[in-house]
């Protein structure tokens, strides 16, 4: 395996912290540079729900089978839905490669997650069989399904403007304006 040119990136639309219930996610489907579509989900704040309901997100859409890879803006959507890694891989039957600008401090995310969110402990366990955050050029990622040098290739042919791939980036500023009507800050 090589870079993979076709991948989805998702992340999660921005909401009030008092916001209870479902949280859109948004998917960005690219072949090389060109963008395909977009795709558009819903996850359950702080739930349970990640991995199925990305999963279901591709699978039931026209473009499951172009999606060779799929992109994680962190491991967590909507607040602390944290993404069970294995089960999405599982589902999907194809590479997965989250993507943080910056390591994460686990001490402070396993605190906030024990002391503050329902099935807290549940959910730190999902980060731990993640396993660790690995240095990829300017970015942190954890994957399945492939090796570090395709993770690398990978996210270096989708990277046009800055550190993170484009499918991410657009994903980010979609997710903003679906729920804002304009996208806000940067990417």
């Not at 540079?33 to 704040?45: F, I, K, T």
């Not at 990305?54 to 890879?69: K, L, Q």
């Not at 401090?105 to 402990?121: D, E, F, H, M, Q």
């Amino acid at each position: 395996m090589a870079a993979i040119p076709n991948v989805i990136g998702i992340d999660d639309a921005p909401f009030a912290k008092s916001h209870r219930g479902d949280v859109p996610l948004v998917g960005a489907v690219y072949a090389r540079d060109r963008l395909d579509g977009m795709l558009v989900g819903r996850a359950r704040r702080d739930g349970r729900n990640g991995a199925a309901r990305i999963a279901a997100m591709i699978t039931e859409s026209r473009f499951d089978d172009h999606v060779g890879c799929v992109l994680l803006q962190g491991i967590t959507v909507a607040g602390f839905n944290v993404v069970d890694l294995a089960e999405l891989h599982e589902r999907l039957a194809r590479p997965l490669v989250v993507v943080t600008r910056k390591a994460p401090n686990l001490a402070s995310i396993r605190r906030a997650l024990i002391t503050k969110v329902p099935g807290g402990a549940r959910k730190w366990r999902l980060i731990e069989a993640a396993g660790p955050m690995e240095p990829c050029g300017d970015l942190w990622i954890q994957r399945r399904g492939l090796d570090a040098d395709d993770a690398r290739s990978t996210l270096e042919l989708h990277v046009r403007h800055g550190a993170l791939p484009e499918p991410l980036r657009v994903a980010h500023l979609l997710a903003a304006a679906h729920v804002r009507g304009h996208s806000h800050g940067s990417a």
